[in-house]
């Protein structure tokens, strides 16, 4: 089976063994590697990491853009990183270059909201091990780490005032997918309930 074949065999069914353990597995070091070096890391190690994490979250995506752009299956109706997630994946990797709170607070609760329910409930078409289910959980799997990487080693925190913050960000965002879906046709972030599929 040619795992980056757009005509792979097997189709992705949720709940499925192959999903069971793979969410098994990430939830594992979704533990791990906070709890190992939740007494502090150095600022180089520091540095390393972050700079490690945010290489993986773009990379990942820009390959799997690459991979739908080779494949035939890219389109502006589906392909754009305009999801919630998709958007989340990059300012997370900004995050970790610049170490900002105040887009710490943001991404707080973006990442957990929305990454876990995609991460529970993932939209996908092919099953492990195929090229697309590991970079969708590569990038989701992902995004939940660098969180809980600044929550439990570098120690930042959301405030309660953040969640009006975050939702007034959110409600900014909602808006401006909201008017690209409605002039081009698409149906980011699921709004657009009648949109057929392309």
């Not at 795992?3 to 979704?30: C, D, G, K, R």
């Not at 995050?95 to 609760?109: A, G, H, M, P």
Request: net charge positive.
């Amino acid at each position: 089976m040619n795992i980056f074949s757009p005509n792979y065999e097997v189709q992705f069914t949720l709940f499925s063994l192959s999903h069971l353990v793979t969410m098994a597995v990430i939830a594992v070091v979704w533990i791990l590697m906070p709890y190992t070096l939740s007494r502090g890391v150095s600022k180089k190690t520091d540095k390393r990491i972050c700079y490690t994490m945010a290489a993986v979250l773009v990379g990942q995506y820009l390959s799997w853009m690459l991979w739908e752009a080779l494949t035939g299956r890219f389109t502006l109706h589906l392909s754009l990183p305009l999801n919630l997630c998709d958007m989340t994946n990059f300012l997370l990797a900004v995050l970790l270059v610049n170490k900002s709170r105040k887009l710490f607070e943001i991404l707080y609760f973006w990442a957990l909201a929305g990454s876990i329910q995609s991460f529970i409930t993932p939209n996908i078409t092919f099953a492990f091990p195929h090229f697309e289910f590991f970079v969708f959980y590569l990038q989701h799997g992902g995004e939940i780490l660098v969180i809980l990487y600044f929550g439990f080693v570098l120690k930042y925190r959301p405030w309660p005032i953040c969640i009006i913050k975050t939702y007034a960000w959110l409600v900014v965002l909602v808006i401006g997918i909201y008017i690209f879906n409605l002039i081009s046709g698409t149906n980011y972030m699921f709004f657009m309930v009648d949109t057929p599929h392309p």
